[in-house]
C-alpha cells in the first residue's frame, strides 16, 4: 500500500517496499530506510545512485550497475555502523547481497 494522503485523521497506511535486484534475488527495504539511504547518496556526491533509487516505482525492482550497488553498499555500510541495533539488522540481507554481487561470491544464508 501507499500512502493515502486522503484518509481522515492523517491515518498512516504502510508505505510499499523499495525493491533491489540482485543476483542472489529481490531484496525489499522500507521506503522510510530507502530515504535514510538516499539522503547518504547525496550526501556522498553519489547523485546518480540516489535518482535511481528515487525515480523507480515500488513495483519494479531496482536494477544498479557495479558502481551503483558498490555505491550503496558504502552508504549500507555506514548507516549499519551509524543507527540502532534493529535498523542495522534489516539491512543486513541488502549489505550481504551486495557484497557477493561485488566479491562474485555466493550468499551467505545469515
Given amino acids: 500500500m501507499r500512502w493515502n494522503r486522503s484518509l481522515a485523521n492523517s491515518k498512516k497506511v504502510p508505505l510499499d517496499p523499495v525493491r533491489i535486484e540482485t ?5 525489499e527495504i522500507s521506503e522510510k530506510l530507502s530515504g535514510q539511504l538516499r539522503g547518504g547518496l547525496i550526501a556522498a556526491g553519489r547523485d546518480s545512485t540516489e ?13 544498479l550497475d557495479r558502481t551503483g550497488k558498490r555505491d550503496l553498499l558504502g552508504i549500507v555500510r555506514v548507516v ?16 550481504n547481497a551486495l557484497r557477493a554481487d561485488l ?3 555466493p550468499v551467505p544464508d545469515t
Fill in 80 to 95: 549499519m555502523n551509524t543507527t540502532t541495533d534493529e535498523v542495522a539488522e534489516s539491512l543486513l540481507p541488502l549489505r
Fill in 51 to 63: 535518482r535511481q533509487l528515487h525515480l523507480r516505482g515500488t513495483n519494479d525492482a531496482i536494477i
Fill in 103 to 105: 566479491e562474485g561470491a
Fill in 23 to 27: 543476483s542472489a534475488g529481490i531484496v
